[in-house]
């Protein structure tokens, strides 16, 4: 019944957004529908998908091309910086820090976010705390001593926007191609920076083995 084909479907969902896996055919594989599905977690390790008839079957077959990419060394510093944990904030001078904040466009910075498909501004607000962060980091002066779990906090910030991104492309929000192409290149660079997170937690933990 219908009830039962919604149910299995809103299971299929959640394996998917839990698995950080991301759907990439795009084309219909059975009349209008697109039954033949591609699931991976590595986004730049799958290319040039495509359909095509076939003579035997009422399906569409899928072709695709399979890469094997290293993780970029251009990623992003920020996912590298620490937390406000680290920061002293009582007792201290602000009047840098202001200024610096004061003078961002901040106006600018919301309208690329929402260029980029940001429509629940959860993009805009992890920019913000990054940039407010990095500010802070440079005005403010550092606790004495002890660590934090930053890479930690920073990756599961990198997850939430990850699973909003794969959402959004599963159910086909964005017609434009342009759109299209700019919310799956921000999907594969979320992607390798929450690569170089696991990297840089695993290798802290093998440090504190030693």
Known sequence: SSGINAEYGERMMEFIDDNFLTQIVKEPTRGN???????TTSLESVADVKTKESTI???RIVEYTLTYNSISADISDATDQGDF????????????????LAE???DEYKRQ??????????????????IVLRASEKNLPSKPSHKTHSVNRVLETLKRR??????????GVETDPDKDKKL???LLENEKKIKKNIILELEKKKKKKK
């Open 57 to 59: 079957l009422d399906h």
């Open 33 to 39: 529908n697109i039954l033949d599905l591609i699931l």
């Open 184 to 186: 799956r290149d921000e």
């Open 113 to 130: 976010c929402e260029e980029r498909g940001d429509e629940d501004g959860e993009l805009f607000k992890d920019q913000l705390l990054q």
């Open 162 to 171: 990850q699973r909003k991104l794969r959402k959004r492309l599963m159910k």
């Open 85 to 100: 944990r680290n920061l002293r904030l009582h007792g201290v001078d602000y009047s840098c820090l202001q200024k610096e």
């Open 104 to 106: 961002i466009n901040w």
